[in-house]
C-alpha cells in the first residue's frame, strides 16, 4: 500500500528540521560565546605571546647544547682550561655564583641559552664538572641573552651575594611548590575555573604561550618561583582531561617583572 504525505505533514516535518538546525547553531554560537568569553577573562590580566616562550618549543635544542657543551669541557683539569674551554665553545661567563676552595660555580650564556657550569675542585685542580639547566639567573645573564651585541667583560665574585642565583638553593622549595599546585588543580573544569584557583593560591598568570581548541599554556608566578601550566582539553566540551605544571627556562618579560627580576 502506497503512503501520501499529506502537505500538513509535509510541512510539519519541515517546521521540526529547521527548528533542530537553529538549535544546534544556537549551541555552537552559545559554545563559542562561551570560549571567547573565557579566554578575554584569562587575557585581560596577562599578555599573549604566542609560542615564543614555551619551553616545549626549545627542550629538545636546549638539550642538545647541554650536551656539546658537556663535552666540550669534559677532562678539564684547571680553572683557566674551563674558562678558556667555555669561550672556545662561544660561551661568555656572566655571573659567579660560587667561588671556594672546593667547588666554583659559573653562568654561562651563548644566543638565548644559559646554563649553569659548576665544577668541583681540589687544590686548584678542578675534579669533576657538572652543566645544569639555568632557571634563576643573574640580571647580568639576562642581558646578554637577551642582547645581540652584549661584550663579554671581566666578572667579579660577590661573596655577599654568594649562591644567590644558584638553582640549586630553590630547587626543593621549587619540586615541593610543583607537586602541591598539580594536587590543588584536579581535571574535569574548564580554563577560566584554573584561573580562579591559581589566583586564590596567590599566583599571577604572566604570559599566555599557546591558545587553541584541545591546548591552553600559560606561565604563572609566585614569589621566587615560576611554572608553565599546560592544561589539555577536550576539543567539543573545552573540559580538561590533563594538566601538566614544569619549569619556566624561557620566561616571557612580564613573567620577569613579576618574579622582580627586572
Known amino acids: 500500500m502506497k503512503t501520501f504525505n499529506s502537505p500538513k505533514t509535509i510541512i510539519m516535518t519541515a517546521l521540526l528540521a529547521a527548528f533542530s538546525l537553529s538549535s544546534a547553531s544556537l549551541a555552537l554560537a552559545e559554545d563559542k560565546a562561551a570560549n571567547t568569553a573565557e579566554m578575554q577573562a584569562l587575557e585581560s590580566s596577562t599578555t599573549m605571546d604566542n609560542e615564543a616562550w614555551r619551553d616545549s618549543k626549545r627542550m629538545e635544542q636546549y638539550g642538545g647544547e647541554k650536551t656539546m657543551l658537556e663535552k666540550a669541557l669534559a677532562d678539564t683539569t684547571s680553572v683557566d682550561q674551563l674558562r678558556a674551554r667555555l669561550h672556545k665553545a662561544g660561551y661568555v661567563i656572566t655571573s659567579i655564583n660560587q667561588q671556594s ?24 685542580r678542578i675534579t669533576g664538572i657538572t652543566v645544569s639547566n639555568n632557571i634563576w639567573r643573574a640580571d647580568e645573564t639576562k642581558r646578554a641573552m637577551t642582547d645581540a651585541d652584549y661584550k663579554d667583560g671581566e666578572v667579579m665574585y660577590d661573596k655577599d651575594q654568594a649562591g644567590k642565583y644558584s638553582d640549586s638553593k630553590y630547587m626543593d622549595s621549587w619540586g615541593d611548590e610543583k607537586n602541591a599546585l598539580e594536587a590543588a588543580m584536579p581535571v574535569g573544569k574548564k580554563v577560566a575555573d584554573y584561573q580562579k584557583m591559581l589566583q586564590d593560591k596567590g599566583y599571577q598568570i604572566t604570559s599566555i604561550n599557546d591558545v587553541d581548541d584541545d591546548n591552553v599554556e600559560f606561565e604563572v608566578v609566585k614569589g621566587d618561583h615560576s611554572f608553565e601550566v599546560q592544561l589539555d582539553r577536550d576539543p567539543s566540551t573545552k573540559i580538561v582531561n590533563e594538566i601538566d605544571v614544569s619549569t619556566n627556562v624561557w620566561q616571557s618579560e612580564e613573567t620577569e617583572k613579576a618574579l622582580g627580576q627586572e
Open 101 to 124: 676552595d672546593n667547588d666554583l660555580e659559573y653562568e654561562v650564556v651563548k644566543g638565548n641559552s644559559s646554563f649553569e657550569v659548576k665544577a668541583d675542585t681540589d687544590n686548584h
